[in-house]
């Protein structure tokens, strides 16, 4: 049959494509990359409630709540907007989306301190100084002057921190109340496991394990989808307070498409964070903000580049300022939105299992997360107890990176451990951060060994004991 005179014209826009992200050229078809955008989505969709949930469930230093809502549409929003860009300007199959881990800080951490629009002021800083330190060639450098063992124990410690998070936000463990003696958590509300909410808690942590365990594509977001239907069904033929379930009461949405609330779009203050805490502690923020950024980005996009056998003969990756350029302007975006800091996402490694090699698999990805943005009223019906669960799959997944240290060297174990053991114990992972840089310098110090020591990491952990001496030193200076 004769060709319609529309076919050479799109054969010619499908070979632009196929010249621009270098689609034959990486041994990829238009089909797997598409598979590989979709497969991506699906297993990371799960930041559409975590994001919402965690952010939302924190009250910042004056009472107020982010609107889940709102935060739902900002979540999609910069997610969208930036896997495109990182699709059309990286060109690698890498998804952006809201940290987590980072997300803890702001939520735990910075707003408790500040008021939101200060604590995301915070974010957009740490983004353009993300984007200044790639542009001067000194992200390198910072990377460089942590030894690895830290870095993996840094993510080992988030892990537990947003384990220990979702553990709390399910009513799984709680504060013993008014109780100054023994321990100062415990099991359930009264010391033992009670009510249908935590029982949709620990179904959901043995549905989404069981599902880890069988490698299961998506596994994080069947569990979430699946857990919450349950809870629909239980708190509808079940007499269970609303207060129960926390913030989201689990019930059927009266609509499933929705416009999206862009109301929490540049409701951010550049500066303000400094009017309400001391310049120190600012700067210990921001620069925990980079640090957990930095580990997060490296490690994705090198892994995931490596899965897609896209590192060249010296193992580097195509582009890469470009693409950490990109992931410090998506850190910008996430703080200007209100969505906290937004960065590379291993779960990108899902759509290169399926095929995905190039750019295009990101545009299909933030498509995917545009559409998202009008099915609001699906995400905001989910309860912590269906959502937590994934927050302890997400601790686990980064708990693995405890096997590359190593627990013979002492000089390293101890400040890995220091750190790890102190984000979840003190709340907070500023303190373990500093904790284990201090005890690293300590130690090489009494080793003998000083000059192995980053110039860089001798001026953090200066600052670190600032922070943590802060109390003493303010009453020697009078300030107090």
């Not at 997300?103 to 939101?116: E, F, G, R, T």
Request: net charge negative.
């Amino acid at each position: 049959m004769p060709e319609s005179p529309e076919n050479p014209e799109s054969a010619v826009q499908r070979n632009a494509f196929d010249r621009y992200f270098a689609i034959s050229e990486r041994g990829s078809t238009f089909g797997r990359e598409i598979r590989g955008g979709f497969a991506t989505f699906f297993t990371m969709a799960y930041i559409l409630v975590l994001n919402p949930i965690i952010l939302g469930s924190a009250e910042d230093k004056f009472g107020a709540h982010l609107s889940g809502p709102q935060l739902v549409t900002v979540t999609a929003l910069v997610a969208a907007v930036m896997t495109a860009i990182m699709g059309l300007g990286g060109n690698l199959p890498l998804a952006i989306a809201a940290g987590l881990g980072l997300n803890a800080v702001v939520a735990y951490q910075i707003a408790p301190l500040m008021s939101w629009p200060d604590a995301m002021g915070l974010i957009v800083l740490e983004g353009l100084l993300i984007c200044v330190l790639v542009v001067t060639g000194l992200r390198e450098a910072v990377m460089r002057a942590i030894p690895s063992a830290l870095k993996q124990a840094i993510s080992v410690g988030i892990g537990l921190f947003i384990a220990f998070i979702g553990f709390i936000d399910a009513g799984f463990v709680t504060r013993i109340p008014g109780d100054t003696g023994s321990v100062p958590v415990q099991l359930g509300a009264t010391g033992q496991l009670s009510g249908w909410p935590v029982l949709v808690f620990c179904l959901g942590v043995l549905l989404t394990v069981a599902l880890l365990a069988r490698r299961v594509k998506g596994a994080i977001l069947i569990s979430i989808v699946v857990m919450t239907v349950v809870a629909i069904v239980i708190n509808e033929i079940a007499d269970i307070a609303p207060a129960a379930w926390g913030l989201t009461v689990p019930a059927v949405p009266d609509d499933i498409v929705a416009a999206p609330d862009f109301g929490l779009v540049g409701s951010f203050s550049l500066f303000g964070a400094f009017q309400q805490v001391g310049v120190i502690t600012i700067v210990l923020l921001v620069f925990t903000l980079v640090l957990s950024d930095f580990f997060d980005t490296m490690g994705t996009v090198v892994g995931v580049s490596n899965e897609a056998g896209l590192l060249d003969e010296q193992g580097k990756v195509p582009h890469l300022g470009r693409v950490l350029l990109i992931d410090g302007a998506a850190a910008v975006a996430g703080g200007a939105a209100s969505a906290s800091s937004n960065t590379s996402y291993i779960e990108s490694a899902a759509g290169v299992g399926e095929g995905a090699r190039t750019g295009f698999a990101s545009l299909v990805t933030g498509a995917l997360f545009a559409v998202a943005l009008f099915l609001t009223p699906l995400a905001t019906v989910v309860p912590a107890q269906a959502a937590a669960p994934a927050l302890i799959a997400v601790g686990f997944l980064l708990m693995a990176q405890v096997r590359h240290i190593d627990w013979e060297r002492y000089e390293i174990a101890i400040p890995a451990f220091l750190t790890i053991a102190v984000m979840p114990f003190t709340y907070s992972i500023t303190n373990g951060i500093g904790a284990g840089f201090l005890a690293y310098v300590v130690i090489k110090t009494v080793l003998g060994r000083a000059r192995e020591v980053h110039w860089l990491l001798w001026g953090a952990s200066a600052l670190f004991a600032v922070y943590f001496a802060i109390d003493p030193i303010e009453q020697l200076l009078g300030v107090k």
